[in-house]
């Protein structure tokens, strides 16, 4: 179901020119499983394939822990001048959840600040992440839109042009309990400028964030999703990845048109036995979790048989972008991966 409302505000595409890419530097290791040092390794990679086409602003925790990352930036070659620091009071590291989504009105440039509740109430000791942003206020300088309402930035997508991709299964079943769909599409028509909504059904199994988006379709162009796909019926995730796809098959954009759907496979992952919060269970693990930078874009992989197959599928749609896959099978111990943990400001 689609809902048509005009607004002047919009979300640009990811692929759109960036000022930079927003990221919380890694300093707590209970959710990760004793990884935390090779998650810092992957946020270095990341960095350094980014930073050399748009800024890098960090979180970090305080002035002692943004001199030991100097170091270990200079060590790899990363140039400093590139990054912007900020000390924050910080848990996690999903910024992409916690922190603002960026919006345009023509050129201006704002940021819309949700109420962050953890999932749910899933994880009461991160509601501190739901202030960071409104300590930054005075030093980031954006107008800022404070919403009153719960969501979070991977639990939307968007064409850049009013079209919104989301999930029942967060924003109805698990967020703002109450609101009907059509409440929903009014807020987000209110925030973002979503003249047209798409609504998919559930996300992946053992999915903590209840369905968020980023994890099962993905916008690459105004016109074009990347729809991730199971071909093994006995797969858990199989039922529900071939409804969101037959959805997708029949939905339109914000002007009445098909749009191009693409099958993306699906890597297949279990977490170990003996973690303490899932042992042995299969994890929400995606290839649609990629990031899309202004020259590079950051493929989360596996070691899995379909990675390289996933990452030829992504170079098709960016040809102009240099593709990298970027190993994240630590990173899924903390429940996501690396679009989970960046998120992109527009020029």
């Known amino acids: 179901m689609q809902t048509k409302i005009e607004n002047n ?8 020119e960036q000022e930079a890419t927003w990221l919380a530097w890694p300093n707590d290791d209970d959710y990760f499983e004793n990884k935390i ?7 270095l990679d990341i960095i350094k394939n980014l930073h050399h086409d748009e800024f890098i602003k960090l979180l970090v925790l305080d002035e002692i822990e943004e001199k030991k990352i100097k170091t270990q930036m200079l060590e790899i070659g990363i140039d400093l001048s590139k990054i ?13 959840d916690y922190g603002p989504i960026f919006v345009k009105n023509k050129e201006n440039k704002s940021w819309v600040k949700w109420i962050y509740d953890c999932y749910g109430g899933k994880f009461p000791e991160l509601f501190t992440d739901n202030n960071v942003f409104l300590d930054l206020e005075n030093s980031v300088k954006f107008n800022m839109i404070d919403t009153g309402i719960v969501l979070e930035g991977g639990a939307i997508d968007s064409n850049g042009e009013g079209t919104i991709l989301t999930t029942e299964e967060c924003l109805l079943e698990n967020r703002n309990k109450g609101k009907t769909k059509e409440e929903n599409n009014l807020f987000l028509s209110k925030f973002i400028g979503a003249c047209n909504v798409i609504w998919l059904k559930k996300g992946l199994v053992n999915d903590h964030t209840d369905g968020h988006i980023d994890e099962i379709a993905r916008f ?4 074009k999703i990347l729809c991730a796909y199971e071909d093994d019926i006995n797969n858990e995730n ?9 959805i997708l098959m029949n939905a339109l954009d914000q002007d009445g048109n098909k749009l191009e759907i693409v099958k993306l496979p699906m890597p297949h992952m279990n977490y170990d036995e003996g973690d303490k919060e ?3 269970k ?14 590079t874009v950051l493929v989360s992989i596996f070691n899995d048989e379909n990675d390289d197959k996933a990452i030829e599928i992504i170079k098709t749609c960016f040809p102009d972008r ?26």
């Open 9 to 16: 505000f919009r979300i640009p595409g990811e692929w759109e």
């Open 37 to 43: 040092n090779n998650i810092k390794k992957i946020y």
């Open 84 to 96: 912007i620091f900020y000390h924050a009071k910080y848990f996690d590291v999903w910024v992409r």
């Open 220 to 223: 690459v162009s105004p016109t």
């Open 238 to 246: 199989y039922e529900r990845l071939n409804e969101n796809y037959e």
């Open 278 to 280: 899932h042992s042995g």
């Open 282 to 295: 299969q994890a929400p693990v995606s290839y649609c979790n990629f990031y899309i930078g202004n020259k």
């Open 322 to 347: 240099k593709v990298v896959g970027i190993d994240c099978r630590d990173l899924i111990y903390g429940g996501g991966a690396i679009h989970c943990i960046t998120q992109q400001e527009p020029k």
